[in-house]
């Protein structure tokens, strides 16, 4: 199982960036998927979330700017991200294969190899 994230880059503030995310190996349709970031020195902290058909959760500081979508039919999970702020600078992963915890980063099995995004003042 293969999970391959692209679209990260360097952007200015209040910029857009959309991170894509394709799994091969593995059918997620019926699993949840997600997004997570991990900051230098900090942890690893959920970004977003969903069950298939299901739902899609958040994290607190996303107010609105960012939005998930998922094609199950080519097993991809994306990630829009709108009005880009230095504090989003991060190494940003996909994960799959939650158990019910779909915010907590332990919860999931399978996890991409991160993409980075830095977004300049």
């Known amino acids: 199982v293969q999970l391959q994230a692209s679209g990260g880059g360097l952007v200015q503030a209040g910029g857009s960036l959309r991170l894509s995310c394709a799994a091969s190996?593995?059918?997620?349709?019926?699993?949840?998927m997600g997004w997570f970031r991990q900051a230098p020195g900090k942890e690893r902290e959920f970004v977003a979330g969903s069950w298939s058909g299901g739902r899609i959760y958040y994290g607190d500081f996303v107010n609105g700017r960012f939005t998930l979508s998922r094609d199950n039919a080519k097993n991809t999970v994306n990630l829009q991200m709108n009005s880009l702020n230095p504090e989003d600078t991060a190494v940003y992963y996909c994960?799959?294969?939650?158990?019910?915890?779909?915010?907590?980063?332990?919860?999931?099995?399978?996890w991409g190899q991160g993409t980075l995004v830095t977004v300049s003042s």
């Open positions: 994960a799959a294969g939650p158990d019910y915890r779909i915010r907590s980063a332990d919860a999931y099995r399978y």
């Open positions: 190996g593995r059918d997620f349709s019926a699993d949840g």
